[in-house]
């Protein structure tokens, strides 16, 4: 019987809370669609990734995950604000968004848009899910064996391992 374990592509629905408010944050079972990962590729955040360990077709189970194992902790450092005419005009800006910044030295961090308004984008170094203990709600629906292709890559090509995605 097949398990999870490395160089496996699992197939799993998930509900996404925070936690601590019982908010929903995201849900494959809304798109009708479950998501594939690669295993051992750091497809999923570290403390999901380790509880599927072992698991079997058909397990359901609730993942709790702790914000270090997740989006990081919250080091309480506030956005900052970046004047709008710095940014492209067409450019589809949202909270939560991810954003790729260069240092002055040419080093390349990661950023996220906490909030926006008329002026001002408010930039921030932590992921919007930074301090948030998560809760996944999965099921696993399939696990089958990655193909080279997928190992390669490190991640899986559809849910069958068949489809293109422009690479
Ligand atoms: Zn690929």
Do not use: C
């Not at 999965?138 to 068949?162: Q, S």
């Amino acid at each position: 019987m097949s398990t999870v374990s490395d160089g496996k592509v699992v197939i799993f629905h998930y509900t996404l809370t925070n936690q601590a408010t019982g908010e929903t944050l995201d849900t494959s079972r809304e798109r009708g669609e479950p998501m594939p990962y690669l295993h051992g590729a750091q497809n999923i955040v570290p403390g999901l990734e380790e509880q599927m360990v072992g698991k079997a077709i058909g397990d359901s189970f609730i993942a709790v995950v702790p914000p270090e194992k997740a989006y990081g902790i919250d080091h309480g450092v506030e956005p900052e604000a970046v004047p709008r005419t710095e940014f492209p005009a067409d450019a589809p800006l949202q909270p939560g968004m991810p954003l790729r910044a260069q240092t002055p030295d040419g080093q390349v961090v990661q950023l996220w848009i906490a909030n926006l308004d008329d002026e001002n984008v408010y930039v921030s170094q932590m992921h919007p899910l930074a301090g948030v203990t998560l809760s996944f709600d999965v099921e696993i629906v399939n696990i089958r064996d990655a193909n080279d292709n997928e190992k390669t890559h490190g991640h899986p090509h559809g849910i069958d391992g068949t489809s293109g995605h422009g690479h």
